[in-house]
């Protein structure tokens, strides 16, 4: 067994890159994404340029906005993001943590107008 993650680190979020890219000659893409900071604005509105994409809740919480629906999203859910559907995290409990496979690997995050307004994010304690 080969062991291989990445970690980087961005304004919101915190991922771990499980290696699977590699292993699968750029196919797909598997991390680990957890909350950094206080969600202040979010993602913003954006789809993404993949065939596939799921993410399953491992701890904590998250609110979506997928096009004009908001959804929650806890531990021990699935969600499937069919391609091209446009949606924006926007809140998120200190705690969260999930794992998101993407395929393919080098898949595209474009911004885009939202269809909707969008909740405010309840504040950290």
């Known amino acids: 067994m080969t062991l291989i993650s990445k970690e980087k680190d961005c304004a919101i979020f915190f991922y771990r890159d499980l290696g699977i890219a590699e292993a699968t000659a750029g196919n797909v893409l598997a991390q680990l994404v957890r909350a950094n900071n206080a969600p202040e604005k979010g993602t913003g509105w954006h789809y993404h340029g993949a065939d596939f994409h799921i993410v399953y809740m491992l701890k904590g919480w998250a609110r979506f906005m997928y096009e004009d629906e908001e959804t929650l999203v806890e531990a021990g859910d699935c969600v499937h993001q069919r391609?091209?559907?446009?949606?924006?995290l926007f809140d998120y409990s200190?705690?969260?943590?999930?794992l998101e496979?993407?395929?393919?690997a080098d898949f595209t995050?474009?911004?885009?107008a939202?269809?909707?307004?969008?909740?405010e994010p309840a504040p950290w304690k």
């Open 114 to 119: 939202g269809s909707c307004p969008v909740p």
């Open 83 to 88: 391609p091209g559907i446009v949606h924006y």
């Open 101 to 104: 496979v993407v395929g393919p």
């Open 94 to 98: 200190p705690d969260m943590e999930y």
């Open 109 to 112: 995050t474009i911004e885009t």
